[in-house]
């Protein structure tokens, strides 16, 4: 049999350290390695795989679109492209989308559209405050927008236009701004940052101030969107209503997509200013649809919400057990434990032994962003396995 991994590291660019298992396949929340081990899978493909591995629906979806049309160009009208649209912009505040085939370029074309919306109302202005702590892609310009240094450094000088500034403070939003700023730009809840969430009014003082000054409210919802918080979108739960938000990951259930959406006042990009080759393509329309039309059907969101508690619950007996644990994190199934020390990697070494995948959001955090359609008993399993490993650190 052909040695996968080590192919792996002769061929590719060094860019990402990966677990020492080949998967092959993958059911509902679980996936096998080439070895025919099974794991419980709470990391999703980094929150994309919505409704799990190969689910029904989606595989049915792809099936009959791929014997149906899998390409052609944005030159003609396509009805999955049409179909999914209706059904994001029917079930959100928005008016009018874009499609792209990643987050990063969802982000990407929301940050043109912004610069856009300057150009032609704000007397020019480009600048896009966005916060510490966020991650918004890995393109020049998202790079310049995710306030990391750990992703900037490498290549600064970065792109011009962007002001990082302090996470869940709108006084840092407030002393930024200057007749050079466009929009605001932020994720509801922090993910690839630690799963970082900030306080309840946070989103409604920004959306003031950005009425304020006239500025537009970009919500980055890649990761919070499609449920994966408990509610269809973000925002919902936070009684504000963005200018611009962009969705990916599991928008698709696993199939690459990207958009980004706007309020018919800020849609400013006139024919010919803004394309893509792929975006929009049947085939990953259809799937987008079969997956966005089984949540809003099967009232996943509540069901988020309430697992989200349950689980919560689970870590918040961990904690009272483990000293070692400090924090819990996040909401729906998006969630995060932080620790006094840097044992991330090392749990999911451990957990990864006893079958179950989690990530290291960061050294001292471990991030569990499982398939939406996980159950109590997945829950209650996860945490036996979480128990084994904590045990023996006492
Ligand atoms: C909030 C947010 N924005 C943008 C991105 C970039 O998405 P992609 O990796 O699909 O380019 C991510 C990815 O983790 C994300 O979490």
């Known amino acids: 049999m052909e040695n996968w991994q080590e192919l792996e590291q002769k061929l590719f660019m060094r860019t990402i350290k990966r677990l020492p298992i080949t998967l092959v396949r993958g059911k509902g929340a679980r996936v096998w390695d080439a070895e025919g081990k099974e794991y419980l899978d709470f990391v999703g493909g980094w929150a994309v795989n919505s409704l799990g591995h190969c689910h029904p629906v989606i595989v049915k979806a792809l099936t009959e679109q791929a014997n149906t049309l899998i390409q052609v160009s944005n030159q003609f009208y396509t009805i999955p492209q049409v179909q999914l649209a209706k059904l994001l912009i029917d079930n959100s505040c928005l008016d009018r989308i874009f499609f792209c085939n ?23 202005a480009y600048e896009i405050i966005t916060t510490h702590g966020s991650f918004h892609g890995r393109t020049l310009a998202t790079v310049a927008a995710t306030g990391q240094d750990k992703f900037q450094q490498p290549y600064i000088p970065l792109p011009d236009g962007f002001v990082n500034v302090d996470y869940d403070s709108i006084k840092a939003i407030k002393a930024a701004t200057t007749s050079r700023t466009c929009a605001v730009m932020v994720e509801p809840i922090q993910g690839e940052g630690g799963v970082n969430v900030p306080h309840d009014e946070y989103l409604k003082e920004i959306r003031a101030w950005c009425d304020e000054k006239g500025i537009l409210l970009i919500l980055d919802e890649i990761q919070t969107g499609i449920g994966r918080i408990g509610s269809l979108f973000g925002y919902e739960q936070y009684g504000v209503e963005p200018d611009i938000m962009t969705l990916a990951k599991g928008l698709g259930g696993g199939v690459p997509i990207g958009v980004f959406l706007a309020k018919e006042r800020a849609s400013v990009f006139a024919p010919g200013e803004h394309g893509s080759t792929f975006g929009g393509n049947p085939l990953v329309c259809a799937a987008g649809t079969a997956t966005l039309k089984f949540i809003i059907d099967n009232g996943i969101p509540d069901k988020v919400k309430k697992l989200g508690q349950y689980f919560i619950t689970g870590l918040e007996k961990l904690k009272a057990k483990y000293s070692f644990i400090t924090e819990i994190r996040g909401r729906g199934l998006l969630l995060a434990l932080k620790f006094t020390d840097n044992i991330a990697e090392e749990l999911v070494l451990a957990c990864l032994k006893e079958g179950l995948l989690v990530n290291a959001v960061k050294p001292n955090a471990l991030r569990f962003i499982p398939p939406l359609i996980i159950t109590e008993k997945d829950v209650d399993e996860a945490f036996g396995i979480l128990e084994t490993i904590f045990s023996r650190r006492t």
């Open 102 to 124: 990643s987050g990063a370029e969802a982000v990407e074309g929301a940050m043109k559209l912004a610069r856009r919306y300057g150009k032609l109302h704000l007397d020019g």
